[in-house]
């Protein structure tokens, strides 16, 4: 059976509402939805829903939808086989090891070495394999700053696939709250969780930034280690400060390496000091404390 992918071009803003609108509208059916953010400084990004069965009458749906949201835009159809290409991808990228971790899927859990701490991660539909510069950066970042801090209570905020999760809980042996903005993350999370032997130490729930109750309840926390992006990572600097327990440590990234004085500079006005920078793949990874 082939699906049909429908697409459109929006702005950020109304992405976030057609997304949450059409979640609603095909929650019950369990069609995939997806935002891609094709242009940030253009603003534009690329919404995908993807219909099997009735396309014509899914498109119609959609076209209503956007019309009571005062949105006009072209709907394009796109027919894709039947192919399972998370799985496909997976099969094809290779493990990585960053410091102490080793990061990989099931077809390569017999590549693990005594010694290492291994993750494995099945990605599905959330970011984060640990192939990316970002994550990566991320685990070798976590391991310096864990051999020199006991941290006794950590988040992982846009914590996409759980890998960073995952590795401060087993690497630490301490509770840690993951976070995302998009639930089909959370479940992924949940699931690999599971799968890396952590679930009683990872908490995972669909939250957007800081506006969710969990965190008055956990926090302040001793480590946040954000991999998203720039420019949000230094829009939330000030609810970073609210949220870190003094002292505590700050691990972000998804940070090119032209961006990083611009977020180093945001939180140093929020009472954080640079402790130290990893460039990798063109991206940093950045080590601040409150």
């Not at 290779?94 to 290492?116: I, L």
Request: proline share 4%.
């Amino acid at each position: 059976m082939t699906q049909t992918r429908l697409h459109f071009i929006t702005g950020k803003l109304e992405s976030i509402s057609v997304f949450a609108a059409f979640e609603a509208a095909f929650e019950d059916e369990g069609l995939p939805i997806a935002v891609l953010e094709v242009d940030e400084d253009r603003d534009i990004y690329e919404v995908s829903l993807y219909a099997d069965g009735d396309v014509d009458a899914v498109e119609a749906r959609a076209k209503d939808i956007l019309a009571g949201l005062s949105i006009a835009r072209p709907i394009g159809r796109e027919a894709l086989p039947d192919i399972d290409w998370v799985a496909r991808s997976l099969e094809g990228l290779k493990p990585v090891r960053a410091g102490r971790f080793f990061v990989h899927g099931a077809h390569d859990r017999r590549k693990r070495h005594s010694g290492e701490l291994a993750i494995e991660i099945e990605a599905g539909l959330a970011f984060g394999t640990g192939h990316h510069g970002t994550t990566a950066g991320c685990l070798e970042m976590l391991e310096k700053v864990m051999r020199r801090e006991r941290p006794r209570n950590a988040l992982d905020l846009g914590t996409g696939s759980a890998v960073l999760a995952i590795a401060v809980a087993k690497l630490a042996h301490i509770p840690v709250l993951a976070t995302d903005i998009d639930p089909v993350a959370a479940r992924v999370a949940a699931a690999n969780a599971r799968l890396n032997h952590v679930k009683a130490l990872v908490e995972t729930v669909t939250a957007p930034g800081f506006h969710h109750p969990i965190f008055g309840k956990r926090a302040p926390f001793d480590l946040i280690v954000a991999n998203i992006l720039a420019r949000p990572l230094m829009r939330l600097a000030p609810q970073m400060a609210d949220h870190i327990a003094l002292g505590g440590s700050i691990v972000l990234s998804g940070i090119l390496e032209r961006q990083r004085d611009a977020v180093v500079s945001a939180y140093v006005g929020q009472n954080f000091r640079h402790v130290r920078t990893l460039h990798r793949e063109g991206w940093v990874t950045i080590h601040l404390k409150h």
